[in-house]
Each structure stands twice: as C-alpha cells, then as structure tokens.
C-alpha cells in the first residue's frame, strides 16, 4: 500500500470539507484496528450523536496489515489494512488515547463532524453498529468486518468472483457506488418485508448503517451486482 501514512482530517470547524470523499471515497482506503464498542454519546441506536469533544482533528493512519490477505476465487491476492486513530486538540499537542472510552469518543466525534461536513440527511439513516474502526466499507461485505480493503481493489473481486449486473435488486445483492467512475462505497442491499429498498454500508472506520439506495454525496451512481457464490467474503488466510 503505498498511501500507508496517507492521514484523513476530520476538521471542527464545518467550512472544511476536508472528508469530502472520506468514509466511502477517502476513508474507505483506509482501514481500522480494533473494536471498541458503543460510543457512550450516543443517545439511541438509529439517531447519529452529535457533540464537540476537545479534539481539534481526528487523524486516521493506513497500516498494512502484514499477517493476513485475502484471495479472491481466481486466487488473486488483495492487500488488507487496519486505520490507527489519532487525535490533535486545536493547540497542536497530540492527544493520548489511554482507555478504550477514549477511542469511543474520538470515534463518535469524528462521525458526528463527517456526517456534518459531507451533508448526510442523518434523518434517513438507520445505525446497526456503533462506530468500530476494524474495517471500512469494503471489508464490511467482503472481509467480514474484519479488515479493510482499497477502492481499488473492487473491480479485481467483481470480475474474479463472477459478479454480473443485475436490473432488478434482490435482498444480499451487492451496492457499488462510484464518482466519476471510481469506485467509492460498497454495500449490502437489504429488503424489508414491505419491499423497501436500503444498503446496508459502514462508513470508513465509523458506524454501519442502513442508509437509501440513492447515491450519498460522495458518490454520482449505484449500481447493482449479484454473483452466482454463496455470500460476498474472500477467503482470508495468512501470506504464503
């Protein structure tokens, strides 16, 4: 990975859209390193938390991860990546995260400012985890939460593991989303008994959520894949 020390400024002040493209687009190259469970400022499950903890930007590191790979079904090997968070008040000094309620705050605040800068309608989001930084979007549907993997890296899977364009979504169906024909998010599509249509998706290294069809403002178009195999995830094995 050659972006390894490539950094995502989650910025207080609103006017910087630094995250623009972050949690499907930028975050998602990234990956995340370890659960910490429920952030303890979330008020209720499907209602995104807002505050303003004394971090001046959230910095999420890209690290390789050395001891696991994944391979698709024509045995191609894909890279995986942990994120490691980091946290800078606005003075400058970097802030030690000592407990694991350290990271759950940084994590929440750090959706709440992403979600805000990027202009989410959290009005139509449904959250089913907590904000964990084990894996971005992708390896939420194809490395079981588990581990992150690079935009770049989709198409390899999507041609390897026999995935085809279909008109018509069915429930499991897989979601990719592009801009400006780049691959951004991924997601899991999930029908409810009334027939209406969401993806499941989790958001670079903060929350999973059901969230609509439609494309989300770091993506211009959605389009629908189903493959022939059971479920999406790649066989995960130590590097030969």
Not at 122 to 129: D, E, G, P, W
Not at 155 to 170: C, F, T
Not at 191 to 216: C, M, N, T, Y
Request: charged share 20%; proline share 10%.
């Amino acid at each position: 990975m050659a972006d390894a020390q490539l950094k995502i400024n989650l910025q207080m002040q609103s006017d910087q859209n630094t995250l623009g493209g972050a949690p499907f687009g930028n975050l998602i190259p990234r990956r995340a390193m370890s659960c910490f469970g429920s952030p303890a400022s979330n008020p209720e499950p499907d209602q995104p938390a807002f505050g303003t903890p004394p971090f001046g930007f959230a910095v999420f590191l890209v690290k390789p991860v050395s001891a696991a790979e994944a391979i698709t079904d024509r045995g191609r090997k894909i890279p995986l990546f942990h994120y490691e968070p980091a946290a800078l008040p606005l003075r400058g000094r970097q802030v030690e995260l000592h407990s694991d309620a350290d990271h759950r705050e940084l994590l929440s605040w750090g959706e709440q400012r992403y979600l805000a800068n990027t202009n989410q309608d959290v009005s139509k989001l449904v959250r089913l985890l907590d904000p964990q930084p084990l894996a971005n979007c992708h390896g939420w549907v194809f490395a079981g939460g588990c581990y992150g993997i690079e935009h770049s890296h989709i198409h390899d899977i999507l041609a390897d593991n026999g995935y085809s364009i279909v008109p018509e979504p069915r429930d499991t169906d897989l979601a990719v989303y592009t801009k400006d024909g780049e691959v951004t998010h991924s997601g899991i599509v999930r029908i409810d008994s009334s027939g209406q249509l969401q993806v499941e998706g989790k958001l670079g290294p903060f929350s999973v959520f059901l969230h609509p069809v439609e494309a989300p403002p770091f993506a211009d178009g959605c389009t629908i894949y189903r493959s022939p195999r059971r479920g999406h995830s790649l066989s995960i094995r130590p590097p030969a």
